[in-house]
């Protein structure tokens, strides 16, 4: 499937994986792969690099979705394409790793960073207009970064999903 020789020959599927990126809309895993069978030919490394980045952009939609949801009527739905797509980017990064050895823990922090970036945007976008509780959670995280810093990891997570996501959530009772 992967191929760092071949040149795009027509780029839809990398048009699609753009558009699709572009939406920033949780896409169900059975879907992308659809597409992704649909492409029978060799794709250059530039392009599966593509391909993994967006699992990865999907596997962080889905976690935040799912430690998002209500804890007591948890989306169970977001978790099993949550763990769909986790599997998925795996999947994908082998090729990757394979072929550029150097590339995967560059490519495993930057994964981590994303879910991380998506977490604090749904977090920033909950708290619009409400200033106290915006600057409660960046308290918090920042306590977290210093808890973490010193070696509390424990406690760093759990102060780091109460800045994160609201009482109530998966996300808060996962911690």
């Known amino acids: 499937m992967v191929d760092d020789t071949t040149a795009d020959r027509d780029g839809g599927f990398r048009e699609a994986v753009r558009q699709l990126s572009a939406s920033k809309a949780a896409i169900p895993h059975a879907e992308f ?13 530039d ?9 990865s952009e999907q596997c962080a939609l889905w976690q935040v979705r799912w430690l998002g ?9 977001a978790g099993d394409e949550w763990g769909r797509w986790q599997q998925a980017y795996a999947k994908y990064l082998e090729p990757l790793v394979a072929r550029i050895p150097n590339v995967q823990e560059p490519l495993e922090r ?13 977090r920033f ?7 106290l ?4 959670s960046a308290i918090l995280s920042a306590a977290a970064i210093l808890l973490g810093r010193a070696g509390m990891s424990s406690v760093a997570g759990r102060l780091y999903a109460a800045s994160l996501y609201p009482k109530g959530t998966v996300g ?3 911690s």
């Not at 792969?33 to 490394?45: A, D, G, I, T």
């Not at 392009?47 to 699992?55: D, R």
């Not at 930057?110 to 749904?122: F, I, T, V, W, Y």
């Not at 509780?133 to 409660?136: D, E, P």
């Open 33 to 45: 792969h659809r597409l992704l069978s649909l492409e029978n030919r060799e794709m250059p490394m």
């Open 69 to 77: 949801s209500a804890a007591a009527s948890p989306d169970r739905h």
């Open 110 to 122: 930057e994964h981590g960073l994303r879910a991380a970036q998506c977490a604090l945007g749904r």
């Open 172 to 174: 808060r009772a996962e």
């Open 47 to 55: 392009e599966w690099h593509k391909v993994v980045q967006f699992a």
């Open 125 to 131: 976008d909950e708290t619009k207009g409400r200033p």
């Open 133 to 136: 509780s915006r600057s409660w």
